[in-house]
């Protein structure tokens, strides 16, 4: 018994022993296996964000090329004038009497046989409701009310402050949401999750509730209505998005031309000012600041309390008004020489390397000095607030080009603009944006948090600050706050706290780059501002999968994205193979591959861990680097007629040429003639030293199918070479020959990412 | 300093073949230099501000993923030697699973400290990853029945109240993927299989 029993303890013991060690060697494994995915998921997150945000890198090139274009296009013939005319005209204020054209609504007759959701004004909460409702059916409102609805938003916005309070005094309860990037399904998941708004349930909107999604329209709308329901609780911030630079490239403006066909130039025309009305930030019980991007060591909430917000039409174009631009002109005449002077004038960027201009922005005499051209000499600037100078000088240089276009030949005279008619004073208007006021503005709207103490230049997006956790610190003692509540940044969990907890992002737009990407999230703060987190992916697909399977669909997603990146700079990769070669082996070893890559694409991606899914075959640790760039080609090219390097030219520059071709549509109309379109690309390619001949580009031009009228469909050429999405599914097949599946991922304007 | 190479001279037939071969301190140095490229990236993917330090609760991440298949109790001692204040269960758990309301620790791992600690564990091949078939007998072990499957119920408790125990969420994404949905239960050999797949 004794024995017996203790031999059967013993087993037991051995027995349990064995199973912890065997517990313990699965668990080992298992979070091996996690840590694979972990980092997987993690290098799959950087390639969707580098490449996101060397999009946005382009944006500020582009601009470079405009400044670039009025430097050197003088145009000769009235076919080149009128072409410089329509691709500016964007440019000018909208006055008031064009914004009682624009917003005519009343003209606009609904047919009896519309059967989409009817708005009357003033609106009631049960009109949002069955707003919210038709738009979850796919319905369509009419651009009528669309129309009405922004004009009345409109007239509302306007008497907000730039800085709303809210307090949960009145609201018990509030609930904030980022980003949502044109996704109506998560909008309408969180009305569904949290409940409809209310005079006791407030919301606030951290802005970018446009672009990359496909019903950014049915979201303003929704948001829209709410805000004119239930003026006190609901309100909405300014976003980088909601400014009609920024809808031109990423996907508002085609959306809105694409489901408002005869109104949608009109729509887009209030929207521009509608977007300027917005407020700039919101304040919860003095405690809680809401704002899109962040701050910088420079954020001043008084300046920013008291500036006309609706003088700044967009951040990445600093424009003040043309009054000023003609005295400024004027002046620079009169203080003119000779002006056999065609080189760049001193205040435009030469060349790439930063001059060494003589300016300390920020100080009181530059505001001044920035509407003059003689200029106090002070520190040198840093290369991207230079860049913002240069933009500024542009709009100078837009004038000028704008005056020899309409007046060849006789731009010396003092010749009053053709604008002056509307450049009048309005009595008792503020005073013009300064360029700090301007800053302040687009530092809050495109700043990011940093670990790393201290402000400097956002090099990444091309504006705004990273600010280091003492550059909060010091804002929130210095107006008595609590934490900061931003958006602006996609993040994998729908929300992150950094700073101590003292700045949280919130992002709502779940699978911002593919399903299964990321999670979106809302807080809601009572009564004891603690933030309370609610996360949610607006997919019940990914549900489903396991997180194996999610995580290797969205690395599919992303390394399709990269290939197609890898193949856009195919000649250049094979330049800097060519310089890893000098044997002429044909053969590179793979690390000289990764050194290559990095140097071309500058995605600062860890090459190394990726190589085995972007080269299938590699022998003895080298790459035969031709065949690999030409198995490249193959998955890219959809014709056989196009060469190769041409498509790669196309790939590497669509985000750029779509954005082109919509400025010179100005009439929204999705047709841009052959000439126009032949100009164009001949700047353009001049300019980014294109090696493309034009007979090349007319003979493609002409190998789509167009009407034969020597009109180019923008749409049809662009999806013709796969540069964007196929048109949006709902019923409007493209005409394309080539249909393809393909998800146009990175800079893309349409679709989910 | 003894030269780098030897000759080694193998007579094929008639021909007589000279060929260069690598001392075993050649080799280190080769194994060395490309460890430290290795380490060096999947260093840096988690170094997200660029500053050459990651936060402590990544490095289990880091370390797995370079091959290694420590427990939570070696990586525990291996930072301790380290001299890095760690909760030992923290650790385990990538950043982007945690709950961040939880208490944690804050710590920064920095490059320069990272790299020799983790050369030396990839030359000393110390946490070996564990075989296909030792797996086996450990799930075989844990299959108190021998019958080829574990329940539901028995895989829990064994994950979660033994050994190092793993949390909830990682639980039920274990059972996600492994779980039969019609028996409920787990074919744990079947399991093993499809997850090695991965592990290319």
């Known amino acids: 018994m004794g024995s017996s029993t203790s031999i059967h303890h013993h087993f037991a013991f051995q027995n349990a022993e064995k199973a912890f060690k065997a517990a313990i060697l699965i668990q080992r494994w298992y979070r091996r296996y996690v840590a694979r995915l972990e980092m997987r998921r993690q290098c799959t997150w950087s390639i969707f964000q580098s490449i996101e945000y060397a999009g946005q890198q382009d944006q500020v090139k582009l601009h470079d090329f405009f400044s670039y274009l009025m430097d050197h296009f003088t145009p000769d013939s009235h076919q080149e004038k009128e072409f410089l005319d329509r691709m500016f005209t964007e440019e000018r204020f909208p006055q008031e009497a064009e914004m009682e054209k624009y917003s005519d609504y009343e003209s606009i007759e609904v047919p009896d046989s519309y059967t989409g959701p009817h708005l009357s004004f003033p609106l009631l909460p049960d009109h949002a409701t069955a707003l919210v409702e038709a738009f979850r059916l796919k319905q369509q409102l009419h651009a009528r009310y669309v129309l009405n609805l922004l004009y009345e938003a409109r007239k509302h916005l306007a008497q907000l402050p730039n800085i709303n309070r809210l307090s949960t005094c009145y609201s018990e309860e509030i609930t904030v949401c980022g980003d949502l990037h044109g996704q109506l399904d998560d909008l309408i998941f969180i009305f569904y999750k949290n409940g409809l708004p209310s005079p006791e349930r407030a919301y606030v909107f951290n802005g970018d509730f446009v672009d990359r999604g496909k019903d950014s329209i049915e979201i303003l709308m929704v948001l829209f209505a709410f805000m004119l329901v239930y003026p006190k609780e609901f309100h909405l911030n300014r976003g980088n998005h909601e400014d009609h630079l920024m809808n031109l490239r990423y996907g508002f403006t085609k959306e809105v031309m694409q489901k408002y066909k005869v109104h949608g130039k009109k729509i887009l025309r209030i929207l521009q000012d509608v977007f300027c009305w917005l407020p700039l930030a919101t304040l919860i019980d003095e405690k809680v600041l809401i704002l899109h991007g962040g701050v910088s060591d420079r954020t001043d909430l008084e300046l920013l309390a008291k500036l006309d917000r609706h003088k700044i039409v967009s951040t990445l174009r600093y424009k003040i008004r043309k009054e000023n631009d003609r005295q400024t002109e004027e002046k620079r005449k009169a203080h003119q020489t000779s002006s056999a002077q065609t080189s760049t004038p001193w205040f435009l960027p030469q060349s790439r390397s930063p001059p060494s201009l003589p300016f300390h922005l920020g100080s009181d005499k530059a505001h001044k000095a920035s509407l003059s051209s003689s200029v106090p000499c002070s520190a040198l600037l840093e290369h991207t607030e ?182 856009a700079h195919s000649s250049d990769l094979l330049d800097e193979f060519k310089k890893h070669d000098a044997d002429k082996t044909g053969l590179i070893t793979l690390t000289d591959w990764a050194a290559a890559v990095e140097s071309v694409l500058h995605l600062g991606l860890p090459w190394r861990m990726l190589r085995p899914q972007l080269v299938n075959s590699s022998m003895n640790n080298t790459l035969e680097y031709r065949s690999w760039l030409k198995d490249l080609a193959k998955e890219q090219l959809s014709r056989e007629n196009i060469q190769s390097s041409l498509l790669e030219t196309l790939y590497r520059n669509r985000s750029n040429l779509e954005t082109i071709f919509r400025i010179i549509d100005s009439d929204h109309s999705g047709f841009i003639s052959l000439d126009e379109f032949r100009q164009t690309w001949k700047l353009f390619s001049s300019h980014m030293n294109i090696d493309i001949t034009d007979d090349c580009i007319c003979d493609l031009a002409r190998s789509i199918d167009f009407n034969k009228d020597g009109h180019i469909d923008i749409n049809e050429f662009l999806e013709a070479f796969r540069l964007v999405e196929q048109s949006s599914s709902e019923g409007q097949a493209a005409d394309c020959p080539q249909s393809t599946n393909a998800n146009d991922n990175g800079c893309s304007s349409s679709g989910a990412p | 300093m003894s030269s780098t190479f030897r000759t080694h001279f193998p007579t094929l037939g008639n021909t007589v073949v000279a060929r260069p071969v690598l001392t075993d301190e050649a080799l280190d140095l080769l194994y060395h230099q490309n460890f430290t490229k290795k380490i060096k990236e999947a260093f840096e993917v988690f170094d997200h501000e660029s500053k050459n330090t990651v936060d402590v609760r990544e490095i289990g991440t880091i370390i797995r993923s ?79 029945a021998k019958c080829g499957f574990l329940t539901k119920e028995e895989l829990i408790k064994h994950m979660t109240e033994e050994g190092d125990p793993i949390s909830q969420e990682e639980m039920e994404e274990m059972l996600s993927a492994a779980i039969h949905p019609h028996s409920n239960s787990i074919n744990y050999k079947e399991y093993i299989t499809m997850m090695l797949i991965d592990e290319n």
């Open chain 1, 386 to 567: 230079l860049a913002w100078l240069g933009r500024r000088s542009v709009d100078q240089e837009l004038e000028r080009c704008q005056q020899r276009a309409s007046f060849p030949g006789i731009w010396e005279k003092e010749e009053p603009l053709p604008q002056t008619s509307e450049a009048h004073t309005v009595p008792g208007e503020l005073p013009e944006p300064t360029l700090q006021e301007w800053r302040q503005v687009v530092d809050i709207l495109w700043s990011d948090p940093m670990m790393q103490e201290g402000c400097k230049a956002n090099t990444v997006r091309g504006g705004g600050c990273y600010f280091g956790p003492d550059v909060t610190e010091q804002l929130l003692q210095k107006y008595n706050l609590q934490f900061l509540i931003r958006s602006h940044e996609c993040k994998p969990e729908g929300y992150e706290f950094c700073h101590n907890r003292k700045v949280l992002t919130i992002f709502s737009a779940s699978n911002y780059y593919e399903v299964g990407s990321n999670r979106g999230a809302y807080v809601k703060l009572g009564p004891s501002l603690s933030p309370y987190i609610v996360q949610y992916q607006a997919n019940k697909a990914t549900h489903m999968l396991t997180m194996r399977q999610r995580i290797s669909r969205v690395e599919e997603s992303a390394l399709r994205a990269l290939r197609e990146k890898l193949f």
């Open chain 2, 66 to 144: 370079l091959g290694c298949c420590p427990s939570e109790g070696e990586l525990h001692d291996l930072l301790a030697e380290e001299g890095c204040e760690v909760w030992w269960m923290s650790v385990s758990l990538p950043l982007s699973k945690r709950f961040v309301e939880e208490l944690e620790p804050t710590g920064y791992i920095r490059y320069e400290k990272f790299l020799p600690v983790m050369t030396k564990v990839l030359l000393e091949r110390r946490y070996r990853p564990i075989p296909e078939d030792v797996l086996l007998q450990a799930f075989e072990v844990l299959d108190s």
